[in-house]
């Protein structure tokens, strides 16, 4: 069963740090672009962060460069999502996304429809 895990959010004051995790089982991500997008009530799901697992070839949105850093572990089969300077702002549910690189058509690497698993989402709350 393909399956992507999201684990690592939580309550944390502005300023602060956490550090996100997309474990996939069933699948090796080397196929594969991994996406983090986020969706704050009332809004739109976003792209944040994505990563090409391959290479490691890391995108941001200009919202969260310099703050955000998005990396990949082979071994783990996982892909991190440091946050740090955290804001108020960036407070969302936080899922990861996994886009297959051998599906044919085109693709953008920030719109959800994409991307063909996902995790489940974890909660991301950044409150003094």
């Known amino acids: 069963q393909l399956q992507l895990v999201e684990s690592g959010g939580g309550l944390v004051q502005p300023g602060g740090s956490l550090r996100l995790s997309c474990a996939a089982s069933?699948?090796?991500?080397?196929?594969?672009?991994i996406g983090w997008f986020r969706q704050a009530p009332g809004k739109e799901r976003e792209g944040v962060s994505c990563?090409?697992?391959?290479?490691?070839?890391?995108y941001y949105i200009d919202a969260v460069k310099g703050r955000f850093t998005i990396s990949r572990d082979s071994a783990k089969n996982t892909v991190y999502l440091q946050m740090d300077s955290l804001k108020p702002e960036d407070t969302a549910v936080y899922y990861c996304?996994?886009?297959?690189?051998?599906?044919?058509?085109?693709?953008?690497?920030?719109?959800?429809?994409?991307?063909?698993?996902w995790g489940q989402g974890t909660q991301v709350t950044v409150a003094s």
């Open positions: 990563i090409y697992f391959s290479d490691g070839t890391p």
């Open positions: 069933g699948f090796t991500l080397d196929y594969y672009a």
């Open positions: 996304a996994a886009r297959d690189l051998r599906s044919s058509g085109q693709y953008y690497l920030y719109r959800p429809s994409s991307y063909n698993y």
